[in-house]
Structures are given as structure tokens and as C-alpha cells.
């Protein structure tokens, strides 16, 4: 029975939130003096180093994302010494992002699980048991995120927007399960156009949650800290430091809508700990394992419907997206378990919904400000109590992106969510209290508030505060609630 899962403690970091980088909603460049080359031109020499890189964007920088990839011009290096000219000369484009997060509850509460709670075994990850932690940042963890991507332009073969992407990960962390420790291939894809632009397509190894649901508040993912949507990690949705084989195809209906579907090996959702990546990471060390050798490991089907309107003078940024993903691998079957602790069940679903709505424009002179304002968003996830850890998510957010002239990138956050907990791993939970010394919380609710400023040219920092009242799944007497300081780092080279 694999029932000690990475236990949450909100403002949890956002996994996917942990691992890419920025560029505001309708704006792929900065506001600054001239108008910026167009997105994909040639970097003429006579263009300075940020501008030069900039004009390599639209060609070089990886593509298939739901929100813009980082841009060259936004990057330590940009295009000093016109190295970034002279790979794309050959076809070459290189993005390397470095991501340091820390978390640590600062109430008086305890630090580590009682030792009357039945002792460590490596199936438990040092979650839940003597000795171990409840949720991640309860004694202060960190984890370490350092991505490259290599694309390659093969347009130059004839392919409409074709391009070639090899990507790499390697990572430390002071907790295993939310974080593991790991060197491995990420992202090994083909990307290509169709039908004059109208349709995307996308196969090989690469991450799912950057290609879906739009999770990262304001399409800034240089800000990890406010969601805590659990749902499809749980349920077998790859994060962006952990890939396997998928494909992706995109049919662009207009400017505005959308509709788009996927189909991804499952991360093992029955694996030895019950960590999907975790026990991703531990039986496909390289990343490019085609068939999981864990029993039961299948095809996870994604599908998305979305309206997407970037800002523009006098036009407010809109983004509404909705679908459903369902994972036909085994899953242990909650609501079975206390009568067979092997029980496991076919298949497993959920839904989502997500919007934000610009309500208030800042800077609407320019095409290039138009993003600056206040933002509203909300989301919603659902899935089976019998199969999911958590059945519904709620989430509210506010934020400000651009709030200040001098400050154009920064961007201030607030966010509130509830996560319910599967009332049948609640009842397995409880049932075995008077052995394990461990409850079952039925809910968690936690707010967040945090300032993402940008330092430099690649360079974001992030500080904030967190409170949730049930930082668990499970909870031992005495556990308490946390409030959580938040820091983290977004660096490109």
C-alpha cells in the first residue's frame, strides 16, 4: 500500500512553476527607447547585444509552450560578443536557466515527526515517518533546478517552423520527493508547423505542464510560490524537469481560440513510494526510457479548449482554458484498500478550468506596456476520490504585473486556494491512527503573498510569505500550521 505521498505544505512551489522562466502576457519584448526589432528577424549587426538577441527569439528559442519561452534578450549573456548570432548562423539557438528555491515555516512548531510514529523505510521517501517531515519547507528545504536546451532550426530543410530541441536537467535538493536528485535528458522533440501555421505538432521526450493549463500566475513562471494545484502530477502529468514520450498537436481555429490534445506515457501512478516523480526519476535515470518497467504504466490523454487574447492598446489580455485528462494505467483503488491493501483500479480522470482577465490597464499607449495592470484569475480541478489524493482545487489569484514605471518586469501576487483531500484516503488514513500515530486532514486551505522583482537582465528574485492552516495529508498531534518565508532565484545565461 503506497500511501506516503510528498505531503504539501502551502504556498507550495509550484513544480512546474520551479523550472522556466518569463515574458509578460502580450509583451515579447521590454519597453524601451525605438521600436524593437521585429521577433525573428535577422540580428543585424548595427543592433546592440539585447536587441540582437531578441531578434532570435521567434526561430531559436524553444517552441510549444502556452506562454512565452525566455527570451534571449532577457538573459545574462544576450548576445555579447555576437555569440548567440554566430550559433544561429549554423542553425543553433542555447538557453541555460539556473532556478535556487528555499522554503521554511517560521512558526513554533515541530520540526521533524515524533518518534513514536513507526520509523523510516526508503519507501517513505522520510515522509511520515519517526524522524521524517510532513510537508516540504517544515524544517527549511531548498531544491536546486539547472535546465540547457539546444534547438536546432530545420526549417533550413524545408520543415515549416520546424525545429530539433535537446534539453538536459540536473538538480539537488534537500528533500527526495519533492525534488529529486537527478542528471538526465528532458527533452529530445521534433516541432513543426502545418497547414500554413493553423496547426502545431510536436513529438518525442518533453514535458506535458508547459503545454497545458497555463498554471503559472500571469504566464510568469520566474515566480514559483502561490499554486498548489496537485491534481494532474498526481494523476500522472509530466512536470517540466521530468519527461517522457509524448506528442502534442495544436489546431489554431483563429487568432484567439484554440483546441489542442495529448498523449503522454504516464508517470508511474503505482510506483514502490507512490511519488509519480519520484519513482519516474529512480526507474528512468536517463529520461529516455520509452516503456516504464513499473506494472500498469499507460497512456495519459490530455485535451484542452482555450480562448487566448494578448493585450493591446484599449484591449485587455483574456486567457480562458478548459479540458479533461484521463490516465489508463492502474491506480491504487482508495476506496478498497482497507478490505484488499492491493486494490487497484483501471484508469482515472479529471477536469479543469482556468481564467484571467486583465481589469485594469496601466500603460495602454503602447503595444509594448499594454500588459502593465491588474489582473483577476481563478482555477478549478476535479478528479475521483477513488484514485486522486486530492478531488477538487480551488484557486483565486490577484496580481499586478508592471506596477511601478521604473520597475516594468516586476510583478506583485496574491493567492488564495483550497485543496479537499479524497474522503476514502481520509477513512484508509484514520483507520490505521492507532498504529501509525498519523490523522487524516480532510482539507487545506493557504494564502500567499509574494513580490517578484527583476534584478537584472537574467536575473529574477522572488521573496514571500505563506500561511496554511493543513500543511498535510497527514498530520500527527501537535503538527500545527505553517507560515512559510519564500525565496527563490530565476537565472538565464
Known amino acids: 500500500?503506497?500511501?506516503?505521498?510528498?505531503?504539501?505544505?502551502?504556498?507550495?512551489?509550484?513544480?512546474?512553476?520551479?523550472?522556466?522562466?518569463?515574458?509578460?502576457?502580450?509583451?515579447?519584448?521590454?519597453?524601451?527607447a525605438g521600436d524593437p526589432p521585429p521577433s525573428g528577424s535577422p540580428a543585424a549587426p548595427s543592433m546592440d547585444s539585447e536587441a540582437r538577441?531578441?531578434?532570435?527569439?521567434?526561430?531559436?528559442?524553444?517552441?510549444?509552450?502556452?506562454?512565452?519561452?525566455?527570451?534571449?534578450?532577457?538573459?545574462?549573456?544576450?548576445?555579447?560578443?555576437?555569440?548567440?548570432?554566430?550559433?544561429?548562423?549554423?542553425?543553433?539557438?542555447?538557453?541555460?536557466?539556473?532556478?535556487?528555491?528555499?522554503?521554511i515555516n517560521t512558526l513554533d512548531n515541530p520540526r521533524r515527526v515524533p518518534?513514536?510514529?513507526?520509523?523510516?523505510?526508503?519507501?517513505?521517501?522520510?515522509?511520515?515517518?519517526?524522524?521524517?517531515?510532513?510537508?516540504?519547507?517544515?524544517?527549511?528545504?531548498?531544491?536546486?533546478?539547472?535546465?540547457?536546451?539546444?534547438?536546432?532550426?530545420?526549417?533550413?530543410?524545408?520543415?515549416?517552423?520546424?525545429?530539433?530541441?535537446?534539453?538536459g536537467h540536473w538538480g539537488l535538493s534537500s528533500d527526495e520527493a519533492y525534488s529529486p536528485k537527478t542528471v538526465r535528458v528532458f527533452v529530445l522533440s521534433w516541432y513543426q508547423t502545418l497547414f500554413d501555421g493553423k496547426v502545431e505538432l510536436k513529438m518525442g521526450y518533453f514535458p506535458s505542464l508547459t503545454e497545458f493549463m497555463g498554471t503559472f500566475v500571469g504566464g510568469m513562471v520566474t515566480n514559483p510560490f502561490g499554486p498548489n494545484g496537485f491534481l494532474p502530477l498526481a494523476m500522472g502529468m509530466s512536470p517540466n524537469n521530468v519527461s517522457t514520450p509524448n506528442v502534442r498537436a495544436t489546431w489554431h481555429v483563429n487568432d484567439d481560440f484554440y483546441a489542442q490534445l495529448g498523449v503522454q506515457r504516464s508517470l508511474p501512478v503505482r510506483g514502490a513510494t507512490g511519488n509519480p516523480i519520484y519513482d519516474e526519476v529512480n526507474d528512468n535515470a536517463s529520461g529516455l526510457r520509452f516503456k516504464s518497467s513499473v506494472p500498469g504504466t499507460r497512456i495519459l490523454y490530455t485535451g484542452e479548449l482555450g480562448y487566448k487574447r494578448q493585450a493591446a492598446p484599449g484591449n485587455p489580455y483574456v486567457w480562458v482554458r478548459g479540458?479533461?485528462?484521463?490516465?489508463?494505467?492502474?491506480?491504487?483503488?482508495?476506496?478498497?484498500?482497507?478490505?484488499?491493501?492491493?486494490?487497484?483500479?483501471?484508469?482515472?480522470?479529471?477536469?479543469?478550468?482556468?481564467?484571467?482577465?486583465?481589469v485594469?490597464?496601466?500603460?495602454?499607449?503602447?503595444?509594448?506596456?499594454?500588459?502593465?495592470?491588474v489582473y483577476l484569475g481563478g482555477t478549478f480541478m476535479?478528479?475521483?476520490?477513488?484514485?486522486?489524493?486530492f478531488t477538487r482545487y480551488y484557486e483565486l489569484r490577484a496580481y499586478w504585473l508592471g506596477p511601478f514605471s521604473n520597475r516594468p518586469r516586476d510583478m506583485i501576487s496574491l493567492i488564495a486556494?483550497?485543496?479537499?483531500?479524497?474522503?476514502?484516503?481520509?477513512?484508509?488514513?484514520?483507520?490505521?491512527?492507532?498504529?501509525?500515530?498519523?490523522?487524516?486532514?480532510?482539507?487545506?486551505?493557504?494564502?500567499?503573498?509574494?513580490?517578484?522583482?527583476?534584478?537584472?537582465?537574467?536575473?529574477?528574485?522572488?521573496?514571500?510569505?505563506?500561511?496554511?492552516?493543513?500543511?498535510?495529508?497527514?498530520?500527527?498531534?501537535?503538527?500545527?500550521?505553517?507560515?512559510?518565508?519564500?525565496?527563490?532565484?530565476?537565472?538565464?545565461?
Open 1 to 32: 500500500m503506497a500511501m506516503d505521498l510528498p505531503e504539501p505544505s502551502s504556498p507550495d512551489i509550484d513544480q512546474a512553476a520551479a523550472l522556466d522562466a518569463v515574458s509578460m502576457p502580450g509583451a515579447d519584448v521590454e519597453d524601451r
Open 53 to 103: 538577441a531578441h531578434a532570435l527569439d521567434a526561430i531559436h528559442g524553444y517552441k510549444g509552450w502556452n506562454i512565452p519561452f525566455p527570451s534571449f534578450g532577457d538573459s545574462i549573456t544576450r548576445d555579447d560578443g555576437h555569440w548567440r548570432t554566430r550559433m544561429a548562423e549554423h542553425g543553433f539557438g542555447l538557453s541555460v536557466q539556473s532556478i535556487p528555491i528555499f522554503q
Open 360 to 373: 485594469w490597464q496601466q500603460a495602454p499607449g503602447s503595444p509594448y506596456t499594454a500588459y502593465r495592470g
Open 382 to 389: 476535479g478528479g475521483e476520490s477513488e484514485v486522486a489524493a
Open 115 to 167: 518518534d513514536y510514529v513507526p520509523p523510516c523505510v526508503p519507501e517513505n521517501l522520510n515522509y511520515n515517518c519517526a524522524g521524517g517531515r510532513s510537508y516540504f519547507g517544515q524544517g527549511g528545504d531548498y531544491f536546486v533546478s539547472n535546465l540547457a536546451y539546444l534547438t536546432y532550426d530545420s526549417s533550413r530543410w524545408g520543415v515549416p517552423d520546424g525545429q530539433i530541441t535537446f534539453g
Open 417 to 493: 486556494n483550497h485543496n479537499s483531500v479524497s474522503d476514502h484516503l481520509q477513512d484508509v488514513t484514520n483507520a490505521y491512527a492507532p498504529y501509525t500515530g498519523l490523522f487524516a486532514n480532510e482539507y487545506a486551505n493557504s494564502a500567499t503573498a509574494s513580490y517578484m522583482f527583476r534584478v537584472r537582465s537574467g536575473v529574477y528574485a522572488t521573496l514571500g510569505v505563506g500561511y496554511t492552516d493543513n500543511p498535510s495529508i497527514q498530520y500527527f498531534d501537535g503538527q500545527g500550521s505553517s507560515l512559510n518565508v519564500l525565496a527563490s532565484m530565476f537565472i538565464t545565461l
Open 323 to 358: 479540458g479533461g485528462f484521463h490516465n489508463t494505467s492502474d491506480f491504487t483503488d482508495f476506496s478498497r484498500l482497507l478490505a484488499d491493501p492491493d486494490a487497484t483500479r483501471k484508469g482515472g480522470s479529471g477536469v479543469y478550468l482556468l481564467a484571467d482577465r486583465q
